[in-house]
């Protein structure tokens, strides 16, 4: 290595991921100077509004910081309702919840691998790119995110911001006839998803280790969905209320989000983190699938995210066809909440990770404060510590168009969601 | 129709994603979307090209900083027709309640380092900086709204302004008015068409988020919640939510302000 | 064949002309040629024209009932349909049910003066019956055609007035609430017309169509003049959406527009013309 | 008029008449409780007929109660009559296709006869019905979807017992006894009803029936309780065609009044079961080379309704309000030579601010301002 070289790489709006943010990166002399991964969307002071309001409202204010995951909002805010007022939701409840939930990852994660993720293992630059060349993948994407709309719309009535959810249960209850045609369209379609997670395997994905602590929800008997203890795969055992003790958040001067660390260090959540954590809870169909595959769980190649979210579809939708197969209706669809004053925490799943949030209400049920963690801004410090490793992988001296691209792959692995990011906050640079 | 393809441009200010959702939730009928149209600059999908000249912007989100003002201008000299889409766009969106809030107080508690912050005074609707062509409202919109938008410019027409009631499609699905048979504080008689009256669909009472209608009587029906026990905060609250800036709808709310019950 | 009511059938545009920059004179024939064969119409009827994916509007038949195997559409580009068919080209097709509604009474008018009043775009509907009481000019007394427009720019069809003014005992008379250079006619409202035209007001009946308010100011003049009102006959315009006398749209007090009007006399609507709201 | 009171069907018994009709190949409708209503639901085969409910209706209400009582008919009426089953709220009336040369093939949709029997029609439904028939079935036009289903419908009608408070059927002289319109009439009484029919159509399935005679203390009953329920409805429009007078007080104040209260919402004329108003529109999907024309129903309260380029004609709540009255209860007469109002106070108890058209029309026809 003889000469000097200073590369400057700014993206000033990343292509394929929701909402807005930017990327600069300095390398000096094959060190990275700056790499900051810029979120810049201005904030929607979210839980400020929330203040004041009934808690009926809750729900569906709290789905509007985010269009491609609203049931994860709807569903972390009824759980933290329901435990300050003192409601267990039916069984019932329960299970729709998880196929609603359900919905919600095939519908986002098909859009992530299909849009977003897919062109760039494949070398283009954008979805309707892609679709001229692999007409029939996007089509059994298409039709896979379809579906998660279908689940969701069969609780929501729609699968942006539905509206079905209630702090209780749901407002209605699916007509069975209706839940019967989505049970065969589900059963019909699994062999795609089957297909899927092969396809998304076979793809060029780089391989590369990395070392990085997985944090998920953890459950005793099930693929974790929602309310259940916090783990990680460095010994995290911690109940959700106790979320502050070990969690910090943090601001940083180029991000209208709040980075996270656990023990002040940055930490994975999303599927990937998921995965790893809890593979050996999927079922046997999907998990013999994933073994006719080259990749195993746990990994520690962060490229396994799209292999993660491909054998998540596959699963939600063996879930929401085995709480729906038997499905009767229910005496009534939700339960009737009396309002009281207290604290409650609801901690669930979201596509791309851990959502936490946390009210308190006075005693008509309105709400005094709330406090919410989307997965994103958990996820921040570790994309950039995740950038800075895979450019030193693939060494810095690659040409500036190679290191961009892969800059860019790399954030838009992790399907970072801006909106639910920069829910509340917005800073100015200071560039002096 | 011309040879060319329309080119099309989907741009994103201060919003949720929502309703860019309503192009990426087509289904299989993006492909036909993709067929029928150049997308030219659609951050969520791929392609970007902000300044760029297209035939028809759709444009989502509020505007919340002055780099937002510069853009839009931008968008509007590059565009041959605009359409604003959703709740933000047309109405600010929730966003907006921060309009009506004490926002230095707001942003004072919920960061540390306040003295970075920079942004507009008021979040605003995008008709309040541009001449916008046509408005679809809708928190968020649906695919069936766009298709008939594009299907009309792509046609060469006008879009149609859907601007009757969410009372007419309750009554078309047969739905039991909530409200009547129920006593729940339905905002249907006030609120635009547009979703297919999801809410009373689902049994529960409409909660504004298409905005206001056509000649909306806000007046009768806030009394009217009253009369169902509703307290002033709560009537206020029914108004002023998912469409912050709606004129019709923030007049309605802030009848009787004062009195914090 | 089409033998639905609520089903257009397909026409073909074989004729286009730009009459001023917002009006359009379409001919067209219907595809189907039993069909055509079989299509006629009476002067002041009207027809639902549908373009493709947007929708139908109702339209007068401004050419000749004598030659209906080809019908002719004069429209102005004044929202979403009508810009779209405006802009159709010759060869372009559309879809056409008619025709609808009760045209004027020529049969009635028979030895009597005749009388036409139309503003802006009205002159169209009314076209067919000069063409009749032209070329059955014995059988009628005087024929007095007054034409008003906002502006003289936006009078179409000079040379069809010239022609019609050359025929004996026609009187064509013109006026421009705002006249442009080259404006030789009245400046002002159509009702500064009247007193020029020496109206006959014994054994004549007077055809009205335009834009409402100047219909009130003439339908005042001409029974201050003496006419009966069940000598004046005005065609009407409300919302339409199926022309069959269903929809409930163009509803007017008792009436159905479309199917007991467009055409009707002033006796019969008396009692509601001008009041708002009706 | 019609057969006397002859036959009585013990309530027993009743499913025979339901197996009657499937076997004649009607599907049954029958009255279901749904989110707090009575609604038209398809009744399985094997399934009973809910008893016991019980109808509260007031301006801008309406509850259900379940009482024990073992009638099947003991309530008043439901948000909607017979207008959803022959004129749908909303459909497809052609479609087109094009291709690539532009030439269009237009194709009608024809509504598919679909053999209905429905249980419970109240007779303020039937006078409906009847002038929904003049409107959509008369020498003009006739409308063929309507007519398909028109043609489909088998009506077991029920005289009412049990008027809400929202009824003013007695004073239009729609009911709440049944003349005519029916195939088959029941009177309801403890133990099961006295039946007739009205049609052949109806009189085909009677004769299948294991009836009983009638005695006379049953006829007695039915005449005593069809006189309470003429008698206990205390709401009436003036007695007299309208159509004079509402057109002579087209300035009333009350108008103006009226016009605060009301939404302009559609409620009254969506769920009046003899408003006919539709509009039409294109709708398809974006590949272009299909297009759907559908109808759906419309109201004079919409500002669509009224539209004509550059001009609403009207604009405001009141004039719509206007229209809406002066042509029920004004010009309904001289287009189809009655009152479009067959009392059944629908109007009343789901305008969601409890407007009483009766109240209405009383203040602006009577000589005081
Ligand atoms: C009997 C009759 C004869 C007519 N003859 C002619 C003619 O010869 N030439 C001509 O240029 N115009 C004529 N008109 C007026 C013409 O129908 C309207 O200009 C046209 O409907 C406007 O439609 P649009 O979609 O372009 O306008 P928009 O303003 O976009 O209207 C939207 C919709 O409202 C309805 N609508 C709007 N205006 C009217 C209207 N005036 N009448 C009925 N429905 C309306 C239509 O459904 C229309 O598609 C006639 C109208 C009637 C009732
Ligand atoms: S439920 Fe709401 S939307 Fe439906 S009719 Fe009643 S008031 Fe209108
Ligand atoms: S019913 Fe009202 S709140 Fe519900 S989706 Fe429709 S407009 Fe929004
Ligand atoms: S009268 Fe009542 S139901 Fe009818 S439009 Fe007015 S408010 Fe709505």
Redesign the interface.
């Known amino acids: 290595m003889t000469e000097k070289r200073e590369i400057r790489i700014k993206v000033p709006l990343l292509a394929r991921v929701e909402g807005e943010g930017a990327l600069d990166l300095v390398i000096s002399n094959n060190r990275i100077e700056t790499l900051n991964l810029r979120i810049f969307e201005p904030p929607r002071l979210f839980e400020k509004l929330l203040e004041g309001r009934e808690y009926q409202e809750v729900p569906d204010i709290v789905a509007r910081i985010c269009g491609i995951c609203p049931v994860a909002y709807q569903m972390s805010a009824v759980n933290a309702l329901e435990q300050i007022f003192n409601v267990q939701p039916d069984p019932w409840v329960h299970a729709m919840r998880r196929v609603f939930y359900c919905g919600e990852w095939i519908q986002s994660h098909a859009l992530h691998i299909h849009l977003l993720a897919a062109p760039d293992f494949l070398g283009f630059n954008s979805a309707p790119e892609m679709a001229g060349a692999y007409p029939d993948e996007v089509r059994r994407g298409l039709k896979l995110q379809s579906l998660g709309n279908d689940l969701i719309r069969l609780f929501g009535a729609r699968s942006v911001h539905p509206v079905g959810a209630r702090v209780g249960g749901f407002y209605r209850a699916p007509d069975q006839a209706r839940v019967a045609e989505l049970v065969s369209d589900l059963e019909r379609a699994l062999p795609d998803a089957a297909a899927l997670i092969s396809w998304v395997a076979s793809l060029d994905l780089a391989d590369e280790q990395q070392n990085f602590c997985s944090v998920s929800l953890r459950h005793d008997a099930e693929y974790p969905i929602m309310q259940s203890r916090l783990m990680s795969d460095h010994g995290l055992d911690l109940a959700i209320e106790d979320y502050e003790q070990k969690f910090t958040e943090f601001q940083v001067p180029h991000s209208t989000a709040l980075h996270s660390s656990l023990d002040d260090r940055p930490y994975l959540v999303g599927p990937l983190a998921r995965l790893n954590l809890n593979h050996e809870l999927l079922p046997e169909a999907t998990l013999s699938i994933l073994r006719s595959t080259a990749i195993r769980f746990p990994s520690k190649n962060m490229f396994h995210s799209i292999v993660a979210r491909a054998v998540e579809i596959h699963f939600a939708m063996l879930e929401a066809i085995r709480l729906l197969q038997h499905y009767s209706l229910p005496e009534a669809p939700y339960r009737d909440v009396k309002p009281r004053a207290g604290i409650g925490y609801g901690c669930t799943e979201a596509p791309r990770g851990l959502l936490w949030h946390k009210y308190e209400t006075d005693s008509n049920g309105r709400i005094i404060s709330a406090r919410i963690v989307p997965p994103t801004s958990q996820n921040q410090a570790r994309i950039e510590q995740d950038i800075a490793a895979s450019l030193q992988n693939a060494g810095l001296d690659q040409a500036e168009a190679v290191l961009r691209l892969r800059a860019e792959t790399v954030i838009r692995n992790y399907d970072p969601c801006i909106s639910c990011a920069t829910h509340f906050l917005r800073l100015k640079i200071d560039r002096h | 129709?011309s040879a060319t393809k329309a080119k099309v441009a989907v741009h994103?200010f201060?919003?949720?994603?929502?309703?860019?959702?309503?192009f990426?939730?087509?289904?299989?009928?993006?492909?036909?979307?993709?067929?029928?149209v150049d997308?030219i600059h659609f951050?969520?999908?791929?392609?970007?090209n902000?300044e760029a000249s297209v035939d028809i912007s759709f444009v989502e989100g509020s505007l919340?900083?002055p780099e937002?003002i510069h853009r839009i201008k931008k968008i509007r000299e590059k565009s041959r027709y605009v359409t604003t889409i959703g709740a933000c766009a047309t109405a600010g969106?929730?966003?907006a309640?921060?309009n009506v809030?004490q926002q230095d107080d707001?942003?004072q508690?919920?960061?540390?380092?306040p003295q970075?912050?920079?942004?507009l005074d008021q979040v605003m609707p995008i008709h309040e900086q541009i001449a916008v062509d046509f408005e679809l409202r809708g928190?968020?919109v649906?695919t069936r709204q766009i298709?008939?938008v594009?299907?009309?410019l792509?046609?060469?027409?006008?879009p149609?302004n859907e601007?009757?009631?969410v009372?007419?499609e309750c009554?078309?699905?047969?739905?039991?008015?909530?409200?009547?048979?129920?006593?729940l504080p339905?905002m249907?008689?006030?609120t635009r068409a547009g979703?297919g009256a999801?809410?009373p669909?689902?049994?529960?009472d409409c909660?504004g988020?298409y905005g206001s209608a056509?000649?909306?009587?806000t007046?009768?029906?806030g009394?009217?919640f009253h009369l169902l026990r509703l307290n002033q905060?709560?009537v206020r609250?029914r108004f002023v939510?998912?469409n912050g800036a709606d004129p019709v709808f923030a007049s309605a709310g802030s009848m009787g302000t004062g009195k914090n019950d | 064949m089409n033998t639905s009511a609520h089903c257009p059938a397909e026409a073909q545009i074989i004729a286009r002309e730009q009459d001023s920059r917002t009006i359009v004179s379409l001919t067209v024939r219907l595809t189907d040629p039993a069909y055509a064969n079989e299509f006629e119409f009476q002067p002041g009827q009207f027809n639902m024209l549908y373009l493709y994916g947007v929708g139908e509007i109702p339209i007068s038949i401004s050419s000749d009932p004598a030659s209906s195997d080809t019908l002719t559409h004069t429209i102005r580009a004044v929202g979403r349909v009508s810009h779209g068919l405006a802009r159709l080209e010759v060869g372009d097709r559309i879809g056409l049910r008619g025709p609808f509604g009760r045209g004027w009474p020529l049969q009635d008018a028979r030895a009597k003066s005749v009388i036409v009043i139309t503003g802006g775009l009205g002159c169209a509907p009314v076209v067919p019956v000069i063409d009749y009481v032209i070329n059955r000019r014995s059988e009628y007394g005087r024929l007095i055609i007054m034409q008003g427009v906002k502006h003289s720019d936006d009078l179409i069809w000079r040379e069809r007035y010239e022609a019609w003014g050359k025929h004996p005992d026609t009187q064509v008379l013109l006026a421009a609430d705002m006249g442009g250079k080259q404006w030789n006619g009245v400046v002002g409202p159509v009702t500064e017309l009247f007193d020029q035209a020496h109206l006959p007001t014994e054994n004549s009946v007077a055809f009205l169509c335009g834009p409402e308010p100047m219909i009130r100011a003439c339908v005042k003049r001409l029974t201050e003049e003496g006419l009966a009102p069940d000598r004046i006959w005005i065609s009407m315009e409300r919302n339409m959406q199926c022309a069959l006398g269903q929809c409930g749209h163009c509803q007017y007090g008792d009436k159905f527009i479309c199917k007991d009007g467009p055409v009707f006399s002033y006796a019969g609507i008396r009692h509601l013309f001008g009041v708002k709201g009706f | 008029m019609h057969s006397p009171l002859r036959n009585f069907l013990p309530r027993n018994n009743f499913s025979e008449l339901l197996t009657a009709l499937s076997d004649g190949g009607y599907r049954c409708l029958a009255p279901k409780v749904c989110d707090g209503a009575i609604v038209y639901k398809e009744l399985p085969s094997q399934d009973t007929l809910s008893t016991g409910i019980s109808i509260h209706q007031a301006p801008g209400s309406y509850r259900v109660e379940i009482t024990d009582s073992a009638r099947n008919f003991g309530w008043s009426n439901g948000p909607q009559g017979l207008k959803p089953l022959v004129f749908k709220s909303r459909e497809t009336l052609w479609s087109v296709r094009r291709d690539t040369n532009g030439q269009m093939t237009f194709t009608e949709s024809a509504a598919e006869p679909d053999p209905v029997a429905i249980i419970g029609v109240r007779s303020c439904d039937l006078a409906a019905l009847a002038l929904q028939d003049k409107h959509f079935l008369n020498n003009h036009n006739r409308d063929s979807h309507y007519q398909t289903r028109r043609a489909s419908l088998f009506l077991v009608a029920v005289n009412c017992t049990h008027p809400s408070d929202t009824c003013f059927c007695a004073s239009t002289g729609d009911g709440p006894t049944a003349q005519d319109g029916f195939d088959l009439l029941l009177d309801e009484l403890d133990d099961g009803f006295v039946i007739r029919a009205g049609t052949e159509a109806g009189e085909k399935i009677l004769e299948t029936l294991p009836v009983d005679p009638v005695a006379p203390e049953q006829a007695e009953a039915i005449s005593r309780q069809n006189q309470r329920a003429r008698e206990c409805q205390t709401r009436r429009l003036p007695s007299r065609n309208l159509e004079q007078a509402l057109f002579e007080n087209l300035e009333h104040p009350r108008w103006r009044t009226v016009a605060q209260r009301c939404l302009s919402c559609a409620n009254c004329t969506s769920v009046c079961p003899t408003c006919f108003c539709y509009s039409e529109q294109d709708t398809g999907t974006l590949d272009f080379t299909r297009s759907e024309h559908v109808r759906e129903w419309d109201s004079c309260f919409t500002q669509g309704h009224s539209y004509i380029h550059g001009l609403t004609i009207r604009a405001d709540t009141k004039l719509r309000y206007r229209q809406w009255l002066t042509h029920k209860l004004g010009s309904w007469h001289s287009q189809y030579g009655r009152s479009g109002c067959v009392g059944c106070g629908r109007c009343i108890s789901w305008c969601p601010v409890g407007i009483d058209i009766t109240e209405e029309v009383t203040a602006i026809v009577s000589a005081e301002t």
């Open positions: 129709m994103k201060s919003s949720c994603d929502g309703c860019q959702l309503a990426l939730n087509m289904g299989e009928d993006l492909l036909a979307l993709f067929d029928q997308i951050a969520e999908a791929g392609p970007l902000r919340s900083t937002d969106g929730l966003q309640l921060r809030a707001w942003i508690s919920v960061y540390a380092t970075y912050i920079s942004s928190c968020p649906n298709t008939a594009l299907r009309s792509l046609n060469g027409v006008t149609v601007q009757d009631k009372c007419m009554k078309r699905q047969h739905e039991v008015c909530a409200m009547v048979a129920r006593g339905c249907g008689p006030v979703c999801l809410c669909g689902v049994g529960r909660y988020c056509e000649n909306a009587n007046a009768s029906l009394g009217r905060n709560q609250h939510s998912f």
